[in-house]
């Protein structure tokens, strides 16, 4: 009985030790990142540089961003299939609108508008080339 239940703690160890840094990777973010188009989109625009590490200080709650992230397992990026997956700026989950529209707290330009803080001219976070 007793060996049992050392054995199983000692599973129960060894599984921690080696699903943790695999959860903390799935989950973490680089603190600078720079956004492009998903690759087959053209891009028109310069890539943009968003702090999110900055955003995660700023905002304490990853689910404003990620909508979808259910609080474990990886975090999808924006373009993920069946997400803000369509070129078309007209389509209603288009790529564009993710970042763009004006009526979403949670896309870029939404939040800055509403907030009145944060980049929101074009140039301010498409630089020119
Ligand atoms: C202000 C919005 C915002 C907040 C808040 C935010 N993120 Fe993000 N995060 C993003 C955006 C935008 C991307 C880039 C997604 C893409 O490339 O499609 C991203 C990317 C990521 C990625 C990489 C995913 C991938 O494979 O593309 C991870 C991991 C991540 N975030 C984790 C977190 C965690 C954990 C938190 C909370 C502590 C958090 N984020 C808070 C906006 C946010
Ligand atoms: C839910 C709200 C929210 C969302 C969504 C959001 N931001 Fe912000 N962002 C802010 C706020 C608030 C600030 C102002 C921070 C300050 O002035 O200290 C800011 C500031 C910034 C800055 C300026 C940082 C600096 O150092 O001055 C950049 C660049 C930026 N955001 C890019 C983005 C991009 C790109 C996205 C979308 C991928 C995004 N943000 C989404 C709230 C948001
Ligand atoms: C708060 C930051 C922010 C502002 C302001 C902003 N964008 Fe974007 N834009 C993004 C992000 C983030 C993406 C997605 C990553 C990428 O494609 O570079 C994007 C992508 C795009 C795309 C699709 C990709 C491409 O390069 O063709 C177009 C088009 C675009 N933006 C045009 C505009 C125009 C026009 C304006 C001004 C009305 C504007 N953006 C203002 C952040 C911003």
Known sequence: ?????????VVAALVCAFALPN????TKAPADMVLKAPEGMKMKKTPVAF????????????????HT???SGDVKGCSSAGCHDQASKKEKMSFYKAFHDKKSKVSCLGCHKAEKKGPKSCKDCHPKK
């Open 1 to 9: 009985m007793k060996k049992a239940l050392l054995t199983s703690l």
């Open 23 to 26: 959860l903390s990777a799935a």
């Open 51 to 66: 702090p999110h590490g900055k955003h995660e200080a700023l905002l304490k709650d990853c689910k404003v961003c990620h």
């Open 69 to 71: 992230y259910e609080g």
